[in-house]
Structures are given as structure tokens and as C-alpha cells.
T-cell receptor, first 115, second 115 residues
């Protein structure tokens, strides 16, 4: 049973380009969370999705950021017109049921560098 | 409002010494509590979790943590540090009022183990 797969592991984008980060949850998991880790900081919640639904996007910046989790395929975190401040590690976690006491499994992250 | 506070961004211990990493939370409803470890350029791995069963929780790699409601604390301990324990440690909480499994992380504590 493969773990949570994120790709790419490293992504370099120039200012103004688009970044697309992918997350394939563990087999059987239909709940996905995205977190961002800025340098020297802890992880901050961004968005929580179930298949085809955004459940909680309270941590998403109001502009340029979007997320989806289609019926088929991986979850995608999309950042349009990237700026230097978007440079961070982005982690995806998946869970079988989204309940508080259930462990969420993390991927290895995508490290985005904006130049 | 800060829900999780980790006291000490850096902790240094000698190999074989006691490890104590501090975590305090703020929640009016009993929360779910977690400790994660992150090795350089890796994702997060769950060490242990508290979900309202036993207050003393044993985890992997010899770590344990005790939930103390009166002190709103969930400190992580290990009797004898090993060089391989050097990493960053995150305390996290799922608020009791949450029904989404969203994790709120502390700022993290970097553990250094000296030979």
C-alpha cells in the first residue's frame, strides 16, 4: 500500500508563472488536506477536500490559490502568478474518514522556489 | 488565537540524556493531540496521539507523552536520547469543536543531540 504521493518533490517557478502541485492520497482515502510550511515556521492549514468537494478552505489565500480533488485522479493545488512569498514547502495529508481521532498520513512535500 | 504553543524553538541534549519537549494547548473542549517528527527534507511522521483514552500515551521510537488537563499540556519525553532523534518535532491539535480533522500545529522544536 503506497503512501501519500506528492509530485513534483521540487518545483522552481519564475515570478508570474503558475505552479501546479499534485497529491495522490493513500489507497482507500477520500479526504485530503493541504498544509504550507514557510521557512522557519510550522505548518499552516490551507484547505480540506473530499472527492469533488471543498469542505474547508479557511486557510487559503483569497487570491491566486485554488484546490480541487476530482472524482478521478490526484488532488491539485494551483497557484497562479506566483510571487517570491509563495516559496515554501507544501504538504498533503490524507485520511480515510476525516474524523478527529483518525491519523492523517503525510506526503513528503513539494518544495516550491520562486525566482 | 494560538491553540498550540511549543516552548523552546531549539532544544539540545547529550546522547543518553532525557528528552523533554514542551507543548501547551488552549481549548475549551478536550482536543485530540498529536506529536509529529520531521527529518530534513522529509514529510511528517506521527509519533503518537491522544484521543481521550489513556492519559499516558506511548509512541514509536521510545517516545511517550502525558495529557494533563489541569495544566493544558502534552509534553513529549524520551528517557534516553539517541543521535537518530535529531529532527524537528511538531505538536498539533484537532480542536474538540472541529468536525473536519484539521490539524493546528505549533511552531516546532528542533532537537539537537550531542555525542
Amino acid at each position: 500500500n503506497a503512501g501519500v504521493m506528492q509530485n513534483p518533490r521540487h518545483l522552481v517557478r519564475r515570478r508570474g508563472q503558475e505552479a501546479r502541485l499534485r497529491c495522490s492520497p493513500m489507497k482507500g482515502h477520500s479526504h485530503v488536506y493541504w498544509y504550507r510550511q514557510l521557512p522557519e515556521e510550522g505548518l499552516k492549514f490551507m484547505v480540506y477536500l473530499q472527492k469533488e468537494n471543498i469542505i474547508d478552505e479557511s486557510g487559503m489565500p483569497k487570491e491566486r490559490f485554488s484546490a480541487e480533488f476530482p472524482k478521478e485522479g490526484p488532488s491539485i493545488l494551483r497557484i497562479q502568478q506566483v510571487v517570491r512569498g509563495d516559496s515554501a514547502a507544501y504538504f498533503c495529508a490524507s485520511s480515510p474518514n476525516g474524523q478527529g481521532g483518525t491519523e492523517a498520513f503525510f506526503g513528503q512535500g513539494t518544495r516550491l522556489t520562486v525566482v | 488565537a494560538q491553540s498550540v504553543t511549543q516552548l523552546g524553538s531549539h532544544v539540545s541534549v547529550s546522547e543518553g540524556a532525557l528528552v523533554l519537549l514542551r507543548c501547551n494547548y488552549s481549548s475549551s473542549v478536550p482536543p485530540y493531540l498529536f506529536w509529529y517528527v520531521q527529518y530534513p527534507n522529509q514529510g511528517l511522521q506521527l509519533l503518537l496521539k491522544y484521543t481521550s483514552a489513556a492519559t499516558l500515551v506511548k509512541g514509536i521510537n521510545g517516545f511517550e507523552a502525558e495529557f494533563k488537563k489541569s495544566e493544558t499540556s502534552f509534553h513529549l519525553t524520551k528517557p534516553s536520547a539517541h543521535m537518530s532523534d535529531a529532527a524537528e518535532y511538531f505538536c498539533a491539535v484537532i480542536l474538540g469543536s472541529s468536525n473536519t480533522g484539521k490539524l493546528i500545529f505549533g511552531q516546532g522544536t528542533t532537537l539537537q543531540v550531542k555525542p
